[in-house]
């Protein structure tokens, strides 16, 4: 089964139970300072599951692209990849948990795992996968919330109906399998909140239980991963396919927990890991969404994937020239700082493998031919890919990256073959200057009959992952936007000032990105010259007048095409479903006078644009390639 069909059949499962399709949202989330990249579904859905209500019902099933730039170091293996499609279905809300639902109405624990369940053994609407592989995980509970006896129940039920033994075993790290199929985990393993652990969540922040389902390859037990094996065990048995969080709980004053009257369904699953377990095959990589890749990359470095040397360094270009090919298709570029530093790390991360695989650095028209092949086996599950129009835009960015990259790497061999005495600290800094990694070193100094410590290179890298990990701390918290009444506002200035800009510039000019934060405002737009002082003063002065004119702001949920219609504007406008959440912008109460601004946004906003005060634009900055960059602050 090829991973388009999956796709298709999981989007059509969950529609026929009364659920609409939603759009993918960006990989870098608009007007969201707290994360780097959507590294799950529910982050663009973080608004509605704590109430908003959302333009599509309560129903909702997407695919959602994700990068997530923490598992970097872990790609190489099977089954770790920094690019990945989420598979994801929502019940916002459970207003009538015990009465009949209709077909729209919200659901939980009675529907969810049954659904699930059906979608991955049934031959005819889901996967077809032998019930008799499938392993699952509840909460085990702990003082202070129960153990999630219904989803047991409900999952002995499932099994018992395919005549499997439904045992349960609680700590099975210790006791191992035991003939199980239920397995208990805590709040590690099988509790979500926003804060993690139970004892780590804010009161009022809501949380709850999830269950996992895995996937048995039937491999040998590697003793290196411990005495038992069991679900969650990383000696490669068993692999994650799915996981349903219960938003069920709400943290009280005193510590305790208390049931929320309105309950949430998130679910989500990886396809490249549906995928492998649908192909029995425990190598994503083996995948149709890799194996055009691999194939490339074998044609590119003359090498073959089947040779198990290899396999990690072809594991890494390929994940990490795709995850760099969707970063730069919307819209990040290299750079020292945030995402772009990212897309830089992969890119250089995949030169240095090839180097490795090859000997030398490959001319850069070889990763353009892998990223052809990355095109061209996405084309098939993102239709918002146009093949040449990409490659026009890729082209120049890899060229320059890998180009600059070359130079680097030839100071870092020139450093190589000057020094005589090669300690780990200058391993570290060959690492973290030129992108070397330590395998290299380690290589070209053995050549000159030397050798280097691994153990003084990771004590300094040690040092340096507890620095970087204490500086972006608050950029990893899950993607949750800041709600704070600075950010608030300066939500609502972007709206004001992408509609000055387009008043003073002209109505071709338009948002293609923003970050908020309670200190400024940033917003990126097109535009082909730095911007006069007059400009400038005369954006300010439009964005301060509509301010002092208190102009109300509110929300409609319209159809979008209407939205359209009416000439409002936004980022990724075409990604947005049959409806639209529309922010308008005046005209005060009694007049006949137009909207000021009219525009696709998830909010939230002020009610009155006075509670802004005051804005001034504080920097310009030029992004390159007909992109500009100005610096706000509010208040």
Request: glycine share 8%; net charge negative.
């Given at each position: 089964?090829?991973?388009?069909?999956?796709?298709?059949?999981?989007?059509?499962?969950?529609?026929?139970?009364?659920?609409?399709?939603?759009?993918?949202?960006?990989?870098?989330?608009?007007?969201?300072?707290?994360?780097?990249?959507?590294?799950?579904?529910?982050?663009?859905?973080?608004?509605?599951?704590?109430?908003?209500?959302?333009?599509?019902?309560?129903?909702?099933?997407?695919?959602?692209?994700?990068?997530?730039?923490?598992?970097?170091?872990?790609?190489?293996?099977?089954?770790?990849?920094?690019?990945?499609?989420?598979?994801?279905?929502?019940?916002?809300?459970?207003?009538?948990?015990?009465?009949?639902?209709?077909?729209?109405?919200?659901?939980?624990?009675?529907?969810?795992?049954?659904?699930?369940?059906?979608?991955?053994?049934?031959?005819?609407?889901?996967?077809?996968?032998?019930?008799?592989?499938?392993?699952?995980?509840?909460?085990?509970?702990?003082?202070?919330?129960?153990?999630?006896?219904?989803?047991?129940?409900?999952?002995?039920?499932?099994?018992?109906?395919?005549?499997?033994?439904?045992?349960?075993?609680?700590?099975?790290?210790?006791?191992?399998?035991?003939?199980?199929?239920?397995?208990?985990?805590?709040?590690?393993?099988?509790?979500?909140?926003?804060?993690?652990?139970?004892?780590?969540?804010?009161?009022?922040?809501?949380?709850?239980?999830?269950?996992?389902?895995?996937?048995?390859?039937?491999?040998?037990?590697?003793?290196?991963?411990?005495?038992?094996?069991?679900?969650?065990?990383?000696?490669?048995?068993?692999?994650?396919?799915?996981?349903?969080?219960?938003?069920?709980?709400?943290?009280?004053?005193d510590g305790s927990f208390k049931?929320?009257?309105?309950?949430?369904?998130?679910?989500?699953?990886?396809?490249?890991?549906?995928?492998?377990?649908?192909?029995?095959?425990?190598?994503?990589?083996?995948?149709?969404?890799?194996?055009?890749?691999?194939?490339?990359?074998?044609?590119?470095?003359?090498?073959?994937?089947?040779?198990?040397?290899?396999?990690?360094?072809?594991?890494?270009?390929?994940?990490?020239?795709?995850?760099?090919?969707?970063?730069?298709?919307?819209?990040?570029?290299?750079?020292?700082?945030?995402?772009?530093?990212?897309?830089?790390?992969?890119?250089?991360?995949?030169?240095?493998?090839?180097?490795?695989?090859?000997?030398?650095?490959?001319?850069?028209?070889?990763?353009?031919?892998?990223?052809?092949?990355?095109?061209?086996?996405?084309?098939?599950?993102?239709?918002?890919?146009?093949?040449?129009?990409?490659r026009e835009h890729i082209s120049?960015?890899?060229?320059?990256?890998?180009?600059?990259?070359?130079?680097?790497?030839?100071?870092?061999?020139?450093?190589?073959?000057?020094?005589?005495?090669?300690?780990?600290?200058?391993?570290?800094?060959?690492?973290?200057?030129?992108?070397?990694?330590?395998?290299?070193?380690?290589?070209?100094?053995?050549?000159?009959?030397?050798?280097?410590?691994?153990?003084?290179?990771?004590?300094?890298?040690?040092?340096?992952?507890?620095?970087?990990?204490?500086?972006?701390?608050?950029?990893?918290?899950?993607?949750?936007?800041?709600?704070?009444?600075?950010?608030i506002m300066g939500h609502t200035?972007?709206?004001?000032?992408?509609?000055?800009?387009?008043?003073?510039?002209?109505?071709?000019?338009?948002?293609?990105?923003?970050?908020?934060?309670?200190?400024?405002?940033?917003?990126?737009?097109?535009?082909?010259?730095?911007?006069?002082?007059?400009?400038?003063?005369?954006?300010?002065?439009?964005?301060?007048?509509?301010?002092?004119?208190?102009?109300?702001?509110?929300?409609?949920?319209?159809?979008?095409?209407?939205?359209?219609?009416?000439?409002?504007?936004?980022?990724?406008?075409?990604?947005?479903?049959?409806?639209?959440?529309?922010?308008?912008?005046?005209?005060?109460?009694?007049?006949?006078?137009?909207?000021?601004?009219?525009?696709?946004?998830?909010?939230?906003?002020?009610?009155?644009?006075?509670?802004?005060?005051?804005?001034?634009?504080?920097?310009?900055?030029?992004?390159?390639?007909?992109?500009?960059?100005?610096?706000?602050?509010?208040?």
């Amino acid at each position: 089964m090829k991973a388009e069909q999956i796709l298709n059949r999981y989007i059509t499962f969950f529609e026929e139970k009364g659920h609409h399709r939603i759009a993918n949202s960006p990989l870098v989330l608009v007007n969201d300072p707290t994360t780097l990249f959507t590294s799950s579904g529910m982050q663009a859905l973080i608004p509605y599951l704590l109430g908003e209500v959302h333009p599509a019902g309560n129903r909702l099933v997407n695919v959602q692209n994700c990068i997530r730039s923490q598992d970097i170091e872990e790609v190489g293996d099977n089954r770790h990849t920094t690019f990945f499609r989420m598979l994801g279905n929502w019940s916002l809300g459970d207003p009538a948990r015990n009465a009949s639902h209709s077909d729209a109405g919200g659901y939980f624990k009675e529907k969810q795992l049954p659904w699930f369940f059906e979608f991955l053994t049934d031959n005819e609407k889901g996967l077809g996968l032998d019930p008799q592989r499938l392993y699952v995980t509840v909460f085990a509970g702990n003082d202070q919330v129960p153990r999630d006896e219904e989803s047991i129940r409900i999952w002995k039920n499932l099994f018992n109906e395919q005549e499997i033994t439904a045992e349960v075993i609680d700590d099975a790290e210790s006791n191992g399998m035991q003939d199980g199929r239920i397995f208990t985990y805590g709040v590690t393993k099988n509790w979500w909140s926003r804060s993690g652990v139970p004892d780590n969540m804010p009161v009022g922040e809501p949380g709850g239980p999830d269950s996992e389902v895995f996937y048995d390859f039937g491999t040998p037990h590697d003793e290196a991963f411990g005495e038992h094996c069991h679900p969650n065990c990383d000696c490669g048995r068993f692999m994650e396919i799915g996981n349903s969080v219960f938003m069920q709980y709400q943290k009280q004053s005193d510590g305790s927990f208390k049931e929320l009257p309105q309950k949430n369904v998130d679910f989500g699953g990886g396809l490249e890991r549906l995928a492998a377990a649908k192909n029995h095959n425990p190598d994503v990589f083996t995948t149709d969404l890799y194996s055009n890749i691999v194939a490339t990359i074998e044609e590119v470095t003359g090498k073959s994937y089947a040779d198990h040397k290899v396999q990690a360094h072809m594991r890494v270009i390929a994940d990490h020239l795709k995850a760099a090919t969707f970063l730069m298709i919307d819209g990040v570029v290299p750079s020292n700082k945030e995402q772009g530093y990212v897309l830089r790390r992969l890119l250089r991360r995949a030169a240095v493998k090839m180097h490795q695989l090859k000997g030398s650095l490959p001319p850069v028209s070889a990763f353009q031919t892998i990223i052809d092949a990355v095109l061209e086996t996405e084309v098939r599950l993102d239709e918002r890919i146009n093949q040449d129009k990409e490659r026009e835009h890729i082209s120049p960015l890899l060229d320059e990256e890998l180009s600059k990259f070359a130079k680097s790497l030839d100071m870092g061999l020139k450093i190589l073959e000057k020094t005589e005495s090669i300690s780990g600290k200058v391993a570290f800094d060959l690492f973290q200057t030129y992108g070397f990694p330590f395998e290299i070193t380690e290589e070209l100094v053995k050549q000159k009959g030397k050798s280097v410590s691994f153990e003084e290179f990771n004590a300094e890298y040690s040092k340096h992952k507890e620095l970087s990990k204490t500086a972006s701390s608050g950029m990893f918290k899950g993607g949750l936007a800041d709600q704070s009444e600075a950010t608030i506002m300066g939500h609502t200035a972007t709206h004001l000032l992408h509609q000055a800009l387009r008043d003073v510039l002209g109505s071709h000019v338009h948002q293609s990105g923003s970050n908020i934060t309670s200190e400024r405002v940033r917003f990126d737009f097109n535009f082909d010259r730095k911007l006069t002082e007059e400009e400038i003063k005369q954006v300010e002065a439009i964005v301060n007048e509509k301010i002092k004119a208190n102009l109300p702001v509110h929300f409609e949920l319209i159809p979008t095409k209407e939205a359209h219609d009416m000439g409002a504007i936004g980022l990724f406008m075409d990604t947005y479903g049959e409806k639209s959440k529309i922010y308008f912008i005046g005209p005060k109460e009694g007049s006949n006078d137009k909207p000021y601004s009219i525009e696709f946004c998830g909010g939230p906003h002020v009610d009155f644009t006075g509670e802004l005060k005051s804005f001034k634009i504080i920097k310009q900055d030029n992004l390159g390639k007909g992109l500009k960059r100005l610096y706000g602050i509010v208040g």
